[in-house]
């Protein structure tokens, strides 16, 4: 359903002006400067209350942002978070969090506060030893000890270093093994009692034990063939533990389980919402200190540009939540916000960052001030990871627009998350239309 809409609203690729372009990379050079500036002053300092509000990665405003320039043919009068160019808090630009003032704000703090809890119910050694149990791990492991070894000779053979270490191969083969013959894919499911395919009838209250085991939601379907006509139910849960026993589902449950399972495996690990109905997971490479995108339904790894330039999606938020908090990462996924960004209105930016610190704050407010500073240096670092994805893209979009022949492709070059080839030839390696397959299309 939402995909529906996305296409319906996309506008041509041509829908923004260069004008607006030198504008966002005068922000972004005003950016860097700033950066810059604060640099020396942020290594020096030793901040005796290390909480995340104080020490944001955000530099204090020395200046306001100047108002997004009027895009052709759309309304001035629509505020900032309509506007269609890149928003603040994605150029980078500082913004000073501010708690939820309106019904709005509120409500969507409380959103991203309820979504917050689910990789915290991975937190249960009972549960992760049950998921050890249910994993193949001396087949996981030997599969990663052989695909470390082929990076490491190869790596070898060139004087450089592996692409990825040990542990991201063994999440590498968790994957595989998870979607090849752990989990299941389910739109409709087929009759229980002869195999046919269903058809939908809508929703049904769930039974008692259903409740019990954790469905706030059951779809029901009923036999195609007329000779059957029996019904079948399909509780949706969101409980781990029950994900366990059922192993199928849709986007939702597949990346539950999956984060779980990456937990259970020793990864740190990231469940990521995205406000257009998609989910999926982000697991931390030791080896490359950054988080990796992973897509369990779509067996992807690091390919954070699937959806946007991928499947031509466009996204507002995409929010990672894990047991140390949440950030919001949507730069990792929408690269060229004028063109694969939704706007962002549910509330306003300096709520937005208000709220991801605020989870930030509460999740960690009982760790040591070593683990405190241990993530604070990392959500620095992952900042400016951030930051250089809108500057690559930027960059890029100015590459496009001069003459063929002037110059190469930076963005294609410099920067870790850009290994894939740009939309179209993607899309032509994959074999498939402008858009996902259609089962991302139900929903979670
Ligand atoms: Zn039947």
Not at 100 to 119: C, E, H, I, M, R
Not at 330 to 346: D, Q
Not at 370 to 376: E, G, K, S, V
């Amino acid at each position: 359903m939402a995909d529906g809409r996305h296409r319906a609203n996309q506008p041509a690729p041509n829908g923004y002006d260069a004008s607006s372009l030198t504008n966002e990379f005068e922000q972004l050079m005003r950016t860097k400067r700033l950066n810059r500036l604060h640099e020396p002053s942020r290594s020096h300092s030793n901040s005796p209350s290390p909480s995340p509000m104080s020490s944001s990665a955000f530099p204090p405003p020395p200046t306001r942002a100047p108002p997004p320039p009027p895009s052709l043919g759309t309304p001035v009068a629509a505020p900032s978070p309509k506007s269609s160019t890149t928003p603040t808090a994605l150029r980078g630009l500082p913004i000073m969090p501010s708690p939820p003032q309106d019904p709005a704000s509120l409500k969507f703090y409380n959103l991203l506060k309820g979504l917050s809890v689910t990789p915290t119910k991975y937190e249960n050694p009972g549960l992760l030893d049950e998921a050890l149990s249910v994993i193949p791990l001396d087949r996981l492991y030997s599969e990663a000890e052989e695909e470390s070894q082929i990076m490491q000779a190869q790596a070898a053979s060139v004087g450089g270093k592996p692409e990825w270490g040990y542990q991201d191969c063994v999440i590498r083969a968790l994957l595989r093994w998870f979607k090849g013959s752990f989990f299941q894919f389910v739109n409709n499911p087929p009759c229980s009692r002869c195999h046919m395919p269903t058809i939908a009838q809508g929703m049904t209250p769930p039974t008692p034990d259903e409740t019990a085991r954790g469905a706030t939601r059951v779809e029901l379907y009923r036999c195609s063939d007329t000779s059957c006509t029996a019904h079948e139910r399909f509780p949706r849960y969101s409980d781990v533990w029950q994900l366990l026993q059922t192993r199928r589902g849709r986007a939702g449950e597949w990346a539950n389980c999956f984060s779980m399972l990456c937990r259970a495996v020793g990864a740190r690990v990231r469940w990521v919402w995205n406000s257009e109905d998609h989910v999926w997971t982000e697991v931390y490479s030791e080896h490359q200190r950054r988080w990796v995108h992973v897509d369990s339904c779509e067996g992807a790894w690091d390919q954070p540009r699937l959806y946007t330039e991928g499947w031509q999606r466009k996204l507002s938020y995409c929010v990672a939540f894990s047991i140390d908090g949440a950030t919001d990462v949507t730069r990792r996924y929408v690269r060229n916000f004028s063109r694969h960004g939704n706007p962002r209105n549910r509330a306003p930016e300096e709520v937005v960052l208000w709220s991801i610190h605020e989870i930030r704050r509460k999740r960690r407010e009982n760790m040591s001030k070593t683990d405190q500073r241990r993530l604070i240096k990392e959500d620095e670092r992952e900042e400016k990871e951030l930051r250089c994805y809108m500057a690559s893209a930027l960059a890029a979009e100015i590459n496009n627009m001069l003459p063929q022949g002037l110059t190469g492709r930076p963005e294609d070059q410099k920067h870790p998350g850009a290994r894939q080839e740009a939309s179209t030839e993607w899309l032509a390696a994959r074999g498939h239309g402008n858009s996902g397959p259609d089962r991302s299309r139900e929903g979670r």
